[in-house]
């Protein structure tokens, strides 16, 4: 709809004029006034000052119209009128079709990773997979520290007696020693049997007579660990019997023995 029209703007400039329009048709002669007498010629007097001009005669009645003239030459536009008001919001126009989908934009840049969701409980606990196939050795890894020395281990089973070595050269004798006894009074003392793990016998001298030596027998085989074979001392004084410790199988015993001699 259109809006309304705005002021009319200033008048423009005066337009060049146009050429003189051709001469209208001469008026038609008044009547001519009655001749007066002729007087006698005077002589020439000075001219006379010019008379004030008459007043205009009456105007004849207007000629037939001239031709036209040529139009003049177009005036200047006229400066532009003040913008009118705008005119009320005409009714809108009913929706275009949908113009078909544009190419897509490129991807935008990443957003912010948001904060990490709370934890989801735990889900049941899955059937157990199948054994893998075992992977290939490792290399051998560096040689670990000396670990700290262990406790000594028990006394293992004597071994037998060796062979007997040279004769050594003759020392020079000592003197003669005081008369000894005719005979060396000695013993043998048994001790208890014992069976089992960890099967302990002992055996000792009677009164404070002293051991010179002990042992001990197993019945009927063979003693899977001997632990303890030893003399059984008092305080700091001489050994006064022997003891056996050793790991038996079912059914064998285990009897220690001790040669003691008689101090009187």
Do not use: K, R
């Not at 040529?70 to 009714?91: N, V």
């Not at 099967?199 to 002293?210: I, K, P």
């Not at 050994?239 to 410790?245: L, N, Q, V």
Request: proline share 10%; aromatic share 2%; hydrophobic share 25%.
């Amino acid at each position: 709809m259109d809006g309304v029209d705005g002021a009319t703007g200033p008048t423009g400039p005066t337009g060049t004029p146009g050429l003189d329009g051709a001469d209208g048709v001469d008026g038609v002669d008044g009547a001519t006034g009655p001749t007066g007498p002729t007087g006698t010629p005077g002589l020439d007097g000075a001219d006379g000052a010019d008379g004030a001009d008459g007043a205009d005669g009456a105007t004849g009645p207007t000629g037939p119209t001239g031709t036209p003239g040529l139009d003049g030459a177009d005036g200047a536009d006229g400066a532009d009128g003040a913008t009118g008001p705008t005119g009320p919001t005409g009714t809108p126009g009913l929706d275009g079709a949908d113009g078909a989908d544009g190419a897509t934009g490129p991807t935008g840049p990443t957003g912010t990773p948001g904060l990490d969701g709370a934890d989801g409980a735990d889900g049941a606990t899955g059937p157990t997979g199948p054994t893998g196939t075992p992977g290939l050795d490792g290399a051998d890894g560096a040689d670990g520290a000396d670990g700290a020395t262990g406790p000594t281990g028990p006394t293992g089973t004597p071994g037998l007696d060796g062979a007997d070595g040279a004769d050594g050269v003759d020392g020079v004798d000592g003197a003669t020693g005081p008369t000894g006894p005719t005979s060396l009074d000695s013993y043998v003392q048994t001790g208890n049997v014992a069976t089992g793990l960890n099967a302990t016998s002992t055996a000792s001298c009677l009164g404070n007579d002293v051991a010179l030596g002990g042992g001990y027998s197993t019945a009927p085989g063979v003693t899977v660990n001997v632990t303890q074979n030893a003399p059984v001392f008092v305080g700091t004084g001489p050994a006064t019997g022997w003891t056996t410790t050793a790991t038996l199988a079912v059914g064998e015993t285990l009897t220690s023995y001790v040669i003691c001699h008689d101090v009187e």
